[in-house]
């Protein structure tokens, strides 16, 4: 069983940044692709950025292109998001997982962008 946990949330102001971690813990394995996803109040779940295992390949959504950053370190079996510019569009609870969402969901991070 799988363990995720998302932190580095927070209320920030439009065009600040953030960078959000997420931490697996039990029965990982360095050798998934892993990506955030968020979800706003009233929405689906929705895709923001994949990385492969090896972090040498990154997939975003369009609405975060060229302002999300997408890493990972697979020692620490950490996943990382950095959000510059962000926007208040961008406010939603952020999840990470595997890409194709094998795992159980953790709580996700908060992250709410004001105007």
């Known amino acids: 069983q799988v363990q995720l946990v998302e932190s580095g949330g927070g209320l920030v102001q439009a065009g600040d940044s953030l960078r959000l971690s997420c931490a697996a813990s039990?029965?990982?394995?360095?050798?998934?692709?892993m990506g955030w996803f968020r979800q706003a109040p009233g929405k689906e779940r929705e895709f923001v950025a994949a990385?492969?295992?090896?972090?040498?390949?990154?997939y975003y959504a369009d609405s975060v292109k060229g302002r999300f950053t997408i890493s990972r370190d697979n020692a620490k079996k950490t996943v990382y998001l950095q959000m510059n510019s962000l926007k208040p569009e961008d406010t939603a609870v952020y999840y990470c997982?595997?890409?194709?969402?094998?795992?159980?969901w953790g709580q996700g991070t908060q992250v709410t962008v004001s105007s």
């Open positions: 997982n595997t890409r194709t969402a094998l795992w159980s």
């Open positions: 039990g029965r990982t394995s360095s050798n998934y692709a």
């Open positions: 990385i492969n295992w090896s972090g040498g390949n990154t």
